[in-house]
Each structure stands twice: as C-alpha cells, then as structure tokens.
C-alpha cells in the first residue's frame, strides 16, 4: 500500500530511509529520471494513482502529484524518457479499448502533459485495441508493444515518429 523511498552514500553497505512515502494500491508501474521546473533532475514515479515527481536534492526530500490521468493496472508500464526529450507515459486500459500514450515536456517553468495516444483520431482497428507493455526510443523513433491480451486481439509494436503513429 506504500512506496518508499531509501538512498545510500557508500554503495548501499548502509540505507537511509528519506521518511517520504507514496500511498498506491498498485505498486510502482514506471519511473524515469527527467527535468523538474527548477531544471534539476527529478525522479518521476508512475502509479497507477498517477504521476509523482520526488524531489531528491533537499534535506528533506519531498513528493509533489502532477494532475495526470489514472487508469488500472497496466498504467504506465515503461515509462521512458525518449529522444525527442519529453517524459512518454501509457495509461492503463483494458483489452477492449485504444491505448493512450501522453508526452510530457518541462519547458523553463511550465510542466505541459499532451495526449498523443491511439485513443485520439479516427480510431484503430479491434484487433490493435489493448494495454501498452513495453515502449524504447530509438534515434528519432518511440517503440511501443501493445495489445494481444485476449483472443481477437493481435500483439504488436507500434512507432512513433514525430507526427503520428504506423502499425510495424
């Protein structure tokens, strides 16, 4: 029911707990490295409850919940920071429906959060609906694995290339 969270400053032969805490009822489902507002380096953390940014840098460290959408158990798997420089994310969906992907970007004091997902447009095919399971950037490109958790529904990677989504 609980994430928490423990650094160490000699190679993890002694652990401190930091007394921060994130309450979820799914565990942690992604987590990343990525910019906060500040322009330091944050670690995001994806639940299933949301999105949380820990700051690390204070004394005491501290979370803050970025307004993000939640969805079920699959939310957020593989998280990743991809080349175009933005925080890519999943939602959670069940097998029946098209999965949304959202791109986060921090932008000097600004924090914008931007659906790009297969949910938007003229819709996808049935056999492609389902959950995301594995995203990787590679060059220019998002990978992204989805879908085949029940019959009629085909596993499949999909890719992202700057202006839309094609089936690979």
Sequence with gaps: GVI?????????ANWVDEAVDISSGDGPHGVAVYPGIDGEDKLYVLTMEGLYEVDTVPTTWTIT???SPSGIATYGRRMIVHADGA???SVGVDDDTPA????MIVQ???R???????????????????????????GGFLFAALGGGKAARN??????NGKGWSSM
Excluded: K
């Design 4 to 12: 928490t969270f423990f650094s160490t400053t000699d190679a993890g």
């Design 65 to 67: 919940h970025i307004p």
């Design 87 to 89: 925080l890519w994310f």
């Design 100 to 103: 949304p992907f959202y791109r």
């Design 108 to 110: 000097g004091d600004s």
């Design 112 to 138: 914008e959060i931007v659906p790009l997902g297969l949910d938007l447009g003229d819709s996808v095919p049935a056999e492609m609906l389902g959950p995301v399971t594995h995203m990787a950037s590679a």
């Design 155 to 160: 596993a499949r990677i999909v890719c992202w």
